[in-house]
């Protein structure tokens, strides 16, 4: 389990250097995501790095990501996580940051030896009343 938790760490390290090549390296060729953005799935190529490198210019630097509360379960060549994160940012043209906390499920398979991310689910709860709004508000 060590060796998946330093994927998912070095991941979020990656991110923030803004080596995108690097952190798409511990993907699968193709993950199955459910993001934060529309739409509500897709299928990624993770050998085109321009997507990632695209929203990553959205930015006036390389977000950072934290980690919190992560769990691994394993059975063989498969593995899923589960971790509670946050990602600060500032958008391009503000001058203030802001941070938004997450989930995130990963599934993951061994490949040839490695550990890859095969699936990514991030998700934000929203309140259940008359405004449906996303509850960006929470921390952990």
């Known amino acids: 389990m060590q060796e998946i938790r330093e994927v998912i760490e070095r991941r979020a390290a990656l991110l923030q250097s803004g080596d995108v090549k690097a952190m798409l390296a511990y993907s699968a060729p193709e993950v199955v995501e459910f993001s934060l953005a529309p739409p509500l799935s897709s299928r990624v190529d993770t050998t085109d790095p ?11 630097a390389p977000p950072r990501r934290e980690v919190t509360q992560l769990e691994i379960t394993t059975d063989g060549d498969v593995a899923f996580a589960t971790s509670i994160d946050s990602m600060t940012a500032t ?5 203030e940051p802001f941070t938004l906390w997450y989930r995130v499920t ?20 929203f309140h259940m009343d008359a405004e449906m709004r996303a509850a960006i508000d929470l921390e952990p």
């Open 91 to 95: 958008p391009k043209g503000s001058t």
């Open 50 to 60: 321009a997507p990632t490198e695209q929203w990553l210019a959205t930015f006036e």
């Open 106 to 125: 990963l599934g993951l398979r061994r490949i040839d030896g490695r550990w890859l991310v095969t699936h990514e689910h991030e998700s934000v709860p």
